[in-house]
Every structure is written in structure tokens, then in C-alpha cells.
């Protein structure tokens, strides 16, 4: 009997809803108070997951959800990279 691969689940901060990792996009704030989009799901600090959805980014942009998730003021410009991220290039991988 083969066993199958657990998938990571994580919990977007705005639906509430549980997903695969790869089906979410993690931003990040480090030590030094940047606040930066991390595509490699691997990078230090603490993290935010949101769905690869325009809908749920714009929604949280409006109830500055990552601003309380993350404990800081998130620059709208990390919004704006989500955004690109989903609309055009979503397989950067």
C-alpha cells in the first residue's frame, strides 16, 4: 500500500478558509519590518496566507487584514504585487 503525501494546509487570513499551500500566497514581515510578497513559502518571519483570488485580495486590501495579521502598516504596493501575481504571471514557478 502506497501512502499518500500529507498536503500542507494553510488558513487563508480572510475567508477563513482551510486550502493546499500552493493554492494560497504567503506574505511575509521580517525582523526588519518589511512586508514582502513570498513566493517560495520559505522565507524567515511571520507569515499571512491569502487565496490566489482578485476578489479575496481586494476584499482584504479593503479591511487592511494583513495590516492586524502581520502587526504593521503593509505598503499598498504589496497589495498591488498580489494582484499581479493572479491576474497575469501566476506561474512563476
Same mark, same amino acid.
Given at each position: 500500500?502506497?501512502?499518500?503525501?500529507?498536503?500542507?494546509?494553510?488558513?487563508?487570513?480572510?475567508?477563513?478558509?482551510?486550502?493546499?499551500?500552493?493554492?494560497?500566497?504567503?506574505?511575509?514581515? +521580517?525582523? &526588519?519590518?518589511?512586508?514582502? @510578497?513570498?513566493?517560495?513559502?520559505? /522565507?524567515n518571519?511571520? $507569515?499571512?496566507?491569502?487565496?490566489?483570488?482578485?476578489?479575496?485580495?481586494?476584499?482584504?486590501?479593503?479591511?487592511?487584514?494583513?495590516?492586524?495579521?502581520? +502587526?504593521t &502598516?503593509?505598503?499598498?504596493? @504589496?497589495?498591488?504585487?498580489?494582484k /499581479?501575481?493572479?491576474? $497575469?504571471?501566476?506561474?512563476?514557478?
Open positions: 500500500m502506497v501512502k499518500k503525501k500529507k498536503v500542507p494546509q494553510r488558513k487563508c487570513v480572510m475567508t477563513n478558509e482551510m486550502k493546499p499551500k500552493k493554492d494560497l500566497i504567503r506574505v511575509v514581515r +521580517n525582523k &526588519e519590518g518589511e512586508v514582502f @510578497v513570498d513566493l517560495t513559502g520559505k /522565507k518571519g511571520r $507569515g499571512a496566507y491569502l487565496s490566489r483570488d482578485a476578489e479575496v485580495i481586494s476584499k482584504a486590501e479593503a479591511a487592511n487584514v494583513l495590516n492586524r495579521h502581520l +502587526n &502598516e503593509v505598503n499598498p504596493s @504589496v497589495y498591488d504585487e498580489l /499581479k501575481i493572479i491576474t $497575469g504571471n501566476d506561474h512563476e514557478k
